[in-house]
T-cell receptor, first 109, second 115 residues
């Protein structure tokens, strides 16, 4: 059964901190990995996507995938209060996305 | 910036009634999806649609659900006879390619409340 686990938080950090968000999964067939940001009562917003293992950087965001450990991470550098949201990991084996439950991040000024 | 738009933002309906949720995907996208999120739960896949037919559907997408792309721009989700447990946020999404390779872009959602 496809399953994605994500700590719901909340994760509270001061402005400027480095944030680490993580997901684990059990299905070794997952090969596409994404991070979405969701503000309250809004739709998920695609932040980053990666294929297979490795790192990908986009501005203050870095996504890491370790398929051998079935573990993915999103790092946010120099976190801002506007980064306060729920972060959803999502992954796919073929064509449908399986989401984690999301981690709520609170960045205080 | 192109975006997926959904209407209405909130729909209240009585149990047993039919509802139609509407979406306008990003114009050059070819793949369309519906997801739902029950309050406090995960975002769950319902159905994907490509080339005017359903390409994949989940166990949630039973005979009470149907999708249609009636006019080349709109993409609709119909729930034939709503149940209390259908209350959720329904998200439409679209992608240029298969969502697993490029990621999908989501609309703001329609909050469906069944009373």
């Amino acid at each position: 059964q496809k399953e994605v686990e994500q700590d719901p938080g909340p994760l509270s950090v001061p402005e400027g901190a480095i944030v680490s968000l993580n997901c684990t999964y059990s299905n070794s067939a997952f090969q596409y990995f994404m991070w979405y940001r969701q503000y309250s009562r809004k739709g998920p917003e695609l932040l980053m996507y990666t294929y297979s293992s490795g790192n990908k950087e986009d501005g203050r965001f870095t996504a890491q995938v370790d398929k051998s450990s079935k573990y993915i991470s999103l790092f946010i550098r120099d976190s801002q209060p506007s980064d306060s949201a729920t972060y959803l990991c999502a992954m796919s084996e073929w064509s449908t996305l399986t989401f984690g439950k999301g981690t709520m991040l609170l960045v205080s000024p | 910036e192109p975006e997926v738009t959904q209407t209405p933002s909130h729909q209240v309906t009585q149990m047993g009634q039919e509802v139609i949720l509407r979406c306008v995907p990003i114009s050059n996208h070819l793949y369309f999806y519906w997801y739902r999120q029950i309050l406090g739960q995960k975002v769950e896949f319902l159905v994907s649609f490509y080339n005017n037919e359903i390409s994949e559907k989940s166990e949630i997408f039973d005979d009470q659900f149907s999708v249609e792309r009636p006019d080349g721009s709109n993409f609709t989700l119909k729930i034939r006879s709503t149940k209390l447990e259908d209350s959720a946020m329904y998200f439409c999404a679209s992608s240029a390619g298969r969502q697993d390779s490029l990621g999908a872009f989501f609309g703001q959602g329609t909050r469906l409340t069944v009373v």
